[in-house]
């Protein structure tokens, strides 16, 4: 306003008057610009341009030529708010008592001084060696070619800010970090940088996935998909206890590794659900695990809970200290798998070893698997302690009945078998009981594996007293009443939630004795197999299931006593939230 009385006098604001009117009236917004062009435009300033620029003048203009260059270049610094004239000379001694703006173009930007705070000079020669070659003023190049060209300008003061945050943050993940003593730079941007915008599926995929995420979570419960097995019912049971202590809006059920939903209906109603093949059904599983990681880092939840999901696993496998920092990390262990040679290939064998470090407690339905891991791993006290017992508890829709006088059981006695058709499962071993005992009807509820669905259905044709049922949406929706006995079959288990719920339904249990099994049915309260594929043994125990009434009747009475002080609702939400627990209850004022 000093320099333009006029603009002073029609008080108008004069960075508005400027930027309509002033530029292209060919005003100054300084006298430190006005003084530059007009020390150019009495030739006063000596020049030196880029090696492009001299091949195109001629000896008689080349004055007018190169004078018309700097006054153009001057207007770009005008325009740009890249160059600050005040903070140039206020952080240049040797620009002091010269115009900023003539300096910068003939010695400051070719020596690599800063033009701000957001243009570092030097940074840029040195990302793009072609432009210090030229000779070119690196600000003049990036106004003038880089933008167009898609060069990136450096690093902003933010960012830099941001860097050097991030990096003093970051010394508290890892005791060895502060001896990489480049990161420590009081300039951090010789640092090397990757600058480009990510156009991963992942990065897509989580951009749209951010998007959509619910605010003030405080639990977030990971599964692989929601099927209709044991472990899809524990997560489920998870998921509403955290409900219940917390509110449903502040509970987030994460379905990671597959698309599949078949137990939708097991979830409460209202419950916040977050499926990543909802956004890339194409995601491999290292792109599920980063999106698992920026996820956690992202809400930030008090604590989270892994119910089988593979890409929380490798997570915790690969950033475990890192995701600790910003919640607390929970797991669920059921039982081992196997493949069909029989080698150990469920989570407990290949991720708990590079897991158990990082999290706060694994919950495990049995004392024996706890037990066994102890065992196998030649755990610490420390670490043992991280193994919880947690009782997965009955179906609530199942009303236990005390007696079995009203059974409605039809003139052929029938045998209940419900499951996956799976190897764990032995469908196989079903098939060779049921041929030897034709005088009882077997119902087979479930699917599974394609061969062994095959499998079932030739037995189906072969055996009358076999009847294929399909598959069902809960072990309460069975005609539970109907049946005399329960059959279990299985290889290998940890504690199987059907047979809870057998229990619950009062009905006798047959089951091979694996796993936790025998933590549940005893010679007290069922019938356990100890050889487990001896099918003489399983006939044996559903004849004495079928002859004996009163060893029935004292069998239920004692699995009814064991059922209800170990497998209810509120021990099961009480285990959760003890002193360490996933949903301990915290005083947060």
């Not at 749209?208 to 097995?229: K, N, S, Y």
């Not at 045998?415 to 049921?434: M, S, T, Y």
């Not at 009905?507 to 004795?513: C, K, Q």
């Amino acid at each position: 306003m000093a320099q333009y009385p006029d603009v002073r006098s029609a008080e108008i604001n004069p960075l508005v008057h400027y930027l309509v009117s002033g530029k292209n009236e060919g005003r100054f917004p300084s006298a430190f610009a006005a003084a530059a062009f007009a020390t150019i435009s009495r030739g006063g300033v000596e020049l030196h341009n880029d090696d492009s620029s001299k091949s195109n003048l001629h000896a008689d203009d080349g004055q007018t030529q190169a004078r018309a260059r700097r006054a153009s270049d001057i207007d770009l610094l005008v325009s740009s708010e890249l160059f600050d004239p005040v903070w140039y000379v206020q952080n240049h001694p040797e620009a002091m008592g010269q115009n900023p703006y003539s300096h910068f173009l003939l010695n400051g930007g070719p020596l690599g001084l800063k033009a701000s705070v957001d243009f570092d000079c030097e940074s840029y020669l040195r990302t793009y060696p072609d432009v210090a070659a030229s000779g070119m003023n690196p600000l003049i190049h990036y106004l003038r070619y880089g933008i167009q060209e898609g060069r990136n300008p450096g690093l902003s003061a933010g960012q830099r800010w941001s860097i050097k945050q991030t990096i003093l943050d970051a010394k508290s993940l890892d005791p060895e970090f502060e001896a990489a003593h480049d990161f420590f730079a009081q300039d951090v941007s010789g640092l090397p940088l990757n600058t480009s915008i990510p156009v991963t599926r992942a990065a897509i995929a989580w951009q749209a996935m951010f998007a959509d995420l619910p605010p003030q979570i405080e639990h977030i419960v990971f599964a692989p998909w929601l099927v209709r097995g044991g472990a899809d019912l524990a997560c489920a049971n998870i998921v509403r206890a955290a409900q219940e202590v917390s509110s449903e809006d502040k509970v987030l059920l994460v379905v990671t590794d597959h698309e599949r939903l078949d137990a939708l209906e097991w979830l409460p109603n209202g419950t916040r659900l977050l499926v990543f093949s909802d956004y890339d059904a194409t995601l491999n599983n290292d792109e599920r695990t980063q999106i698992v990681e920026s996820l956690i880092f992202a809400l930030r939840p008090v604590s989270v809970c892994n119910v089988n999901s593979l890409a929380m696993w490798d997570a915790i496998a690969k950033k475990g200290l890192a995701l600790r920092s910003v919640t607390r990390i929970f797991a669920a262990l059921f039982c081992r798998d196997f493949t069909l040679d029989g080698r150990g290939a469920g989570y407990s064998d290949t991720h708990f070893r590079a897991c158990v470090e990082n999290i706060e407690a694994i919950y495990f339905d049995t004392h024996s698997f706890i037990a066994e891991m102890n065992e196998r791993y030649g755990l610490t006290a420390g670490l043992q302690a991280k193994l919880a017992f947690l009782a997965q508890p009955v179906l609530q829709a199942i009303n236990v009945s005390e007696s079995v006088d009203g059974r409605s059981v039809p003139h052929m006695p029938r045998v209940l078998w419900a499951g996956r058709f799976c190897h764990q499962k032995n469908p196989e071993l079903l098939a060779r009981i049921a041929r030897r005992l034709p005088g009882v009807s077997f119902d087979v509820w479930g699917s599974g594996d394609s061969e062994l669905e095959d499998l079932m259905r030739n037995l189906a044709k072969e055996v009358p007293s076999v009847r294929l049922c399909g598959t069902f949406r809960s072990f309460s929706d069975l005609p539970l009443s109907t049946y005399s006995a329960f059959l279990f079959t299985s290889r290998f288990e940890g504690m199987p939630t059907v047979l809870i719920n057998a229990a619950a339904a009062n009905l006798p249990i047959v089951a091979s004795s694996v796993g936790g099994v025998s933590e549940l049915v005893t010679n007290e309260t069922g019938w356990p197999i100890e050889e487990i594929e001896n099918e003489a043994q399983y006939c044996n125990a559903l004849n004495e299931v079928l002859e004996n009434s009163n060893l029935v009747a004292t069998r239920l009475f004692h699995m009814r006593k064991l059922i209800q002080t170990q497998r209810s609702w509120d021990s099961f939400v009480s285990a959760l939230t003890l002193p360490g627990g996933f949903l301990e209850r915290r005083n947060l004022t």
